[in-house]
């Protein structure tokens, strides 16, 4: 989100696979608006390309697409991106400033860059937080704290933390510390501390406040005491003695916690409301200037001199009195003793109290090295003291030529020259915060320019001012407008609808609107008319939908509301929501989705830039031609291995069974028991021979069965003489079993008689 008059930067990213020249381009609702030739290096390419006020356009959505036109692409799907922002319209600045004429500079420069600016003194404030909830953006340039209504710097601290605006406070002599926002809210909200504290550890200021509290202290008087004539003093108002007391607890909200002071109430003599000691809380010390009153005459000398001695004693770095009197006295020796004063390093400061104060303290604190205030308003004493207390610390006010030095970079700066910045004369000494981001500093290392985020809001703190005292060669610089513009800028809200989160996202091909509604204590809202408006990324036309291109959200939980609709096409779709609860229109927001093109285009090829890292760090080199993968052109690696493990593994292995077929004698004997002692145990070799004997034990009995018939029906052969060169006889067959009441068939020793007898006769044949 953007306001008008906003300058931002676009970055571009390109993805190369090798070097080539290449034209980028940038293109702002379909309008070339930057245009450059670049060298593309292998790897991540990335371009900053600045966006004018007047690309931006007016308020409204806006699309950019940035496109690459390399020399020569395979892929020409992949070249384009597509972003978006929304520009809204002039915002609203309260400017107020401390001395009337003092922000017309810096009214002017925000006109210019088409702001809305309302000029108003610090008694016009809007004293309520619905009244500063008009403005965007709040700048108090060089406003003295004590100027601003009761109840203000509450305020602006709330419309920054919980409101979420912005505020921009600019120095001069009544800004910060010397302003008196030390301890206050406004400093709270401030990125920057008042309290400046010197490097050492020791009491940085001694301070001694000298009242003179004698009788005509007790009303204001308005007669001469310089005039030789009679008069009659007419007293009216409140006593100045009041008035000192109430200077005295708004001088000591100026000093840190190292820091002496010391209160001496003089008429005819001194006395030490509060001797000079480390600052006190604030109810002991209200509780020791409280029981002063004004009585007596004075004795002006006595009471400086009680001071001046109590500091010479101080180890302070700095030492300080702040007389308060009407110079109802005659001065006898007082200016020696101003002078012995300050040659010790003492410096002394006069409050003149009332219209008839004396003429001759203006000279008493030039002879004292301090300075003089007339206040003529007995009722801006308290500012005076206040004003002398911050610049008797020293820091608080630094007036020396110096330039700016940038410290960070930030959105305030953009588009300026650190180098160019104009010179400064002076700026309001403080320190920056932890948090805070300090863009530039004083040569001193004190904050010029310090931002941070608070709460919902940012603040920002400019410690030099913007007018012709400290400021005169930055309101006659060229980009002052442009400074102006983008350090108030930064500040001021991005525009939202109350208690509506809407958010949007590419869920795979489709477009997933979600909106969260909550009321003011955080309870969801049901039952809302939540729409949304979809608008094409190059067409410009409103998806259709129901009620005139208005897509309705659903409701899918508590205050909660989605919507999924389709986005066919890359580029950049604007979403526009309104809320509606009834009749009653909530808000409307406007959001944008980026849709890229298809993932399968998002392979760049190989890359390589990280096989060149890969080829260097190994020690070798890219090869630009097919043939030079085969030269020879890679030093010999040479490595020694350790192998005598392996091999001795493998002869303890091998030792035994050497052994054993050198000493072991086997016959076929042997090797016949251990087939078949494996034959008995392997269960292969058994499921073998059990279906041999499945297979040939029927064919076996069958013929035994024929043998056993033939052998009954067939009488016995005779016994014959067989000659030589016959055929033995065969063997006789098998007998059969003995039928039952038969003689059982003749046993084998009668068979081997047979043949024995048949082979006798064979013989005598021949």
Known sequence: DVRQGQRFDLAVTVNSTAQMDAVLRVLADGQLIHSQDVRLQAGANRYLVPVEAEDA?????????????PESDAWLQNNEASAFTVVHGPPAVLLVEGQPGEGDNLAAALRAAEMQVTVAAPAEMPATLAGLASHDAVVLANVPAPALPAGTMPLLQAYVRDLGRGLVVTGGENGFGAGGYLRTALEEALPVDMEVRNREQEPNLALVLAVDKSGSMGRCHCDNPDLNQSYVRQEVGQPKVDIAKEAIMRAAGALGRLDYLGVVAFDEQAHWALELAQLPDPVSLEQSV????????????????????????????LKHVILMTDGWVHTGDLTALAEEMAAQGITLSVV?????????????????????????????????????TVQAVGQYIIEEPFFPLPSLPGPVLQGLDPAALPLLLGYNGTTPKGTARVLLSTPRGDPLLATWQYGLGRAAAWTS?????????????????????QLVGWTLPVPQVEGVAAGVALQEDRALVTVEAADES?????????????????SGEERPGEAAGQLPLRQVGPGRYELQADVPEPGTYLVRLEVREGDQVLGQQILGLAVPYSPEYRAAGADLSLLDRLARLTGGGAIGEPAGAFVHDLAAADRAQDIWRGLLLAAALLFPLDVAIRRVMLGREDVRKASAWLAARLPTLRRGEARAERTMGPLWQARQRARQRQARSRPAPPATEQKKGDAPPAEPPASPPPAPGEEPPPTGDETLARLREAKKRARRGD
């Not at 219209?355 to 003529?376: D, F, K, M, N, V």
């Not at 801006?380 to 003291?385: A, E, N």
């Open 57 to 69: 356009g007016p308020a409204g959505f806006r699309r950019y697409r940035a496109q690459i036109l």
């Open 290 to 317: 409280g029981g002063i009153q004004a009585s007596g005459q004075t004795n002006l000398r006595g009471g400086v001199e009680v001071a001046y001695q109590a500091l010479a004693g101080s180890n302070a770095r």
């Open 352 to 388: 003149a109290a009332g219209e008839g104060s004396a003429e001759y303290l203006a000279e008493l604190a030039e002879r004292g090295g301090g300075r003089y205030y007339p206040a003529t308003d007995i009722l801006r004493v308290p500012d005076f003291f206040l004003k002398e």
């Open 522 to 538: 955080g309870l969801p809202r049901n039952f809302l008319d939540v729409s949304a408006t979809l608008i094409g990324p190059d």
């Open 465 to 485: 001012d913007l007018k012709g005292q400290w400021a005169t060669e930055w309101l006659t610089w060229p980009d002052f407008a442009r400074f102006a513009a």
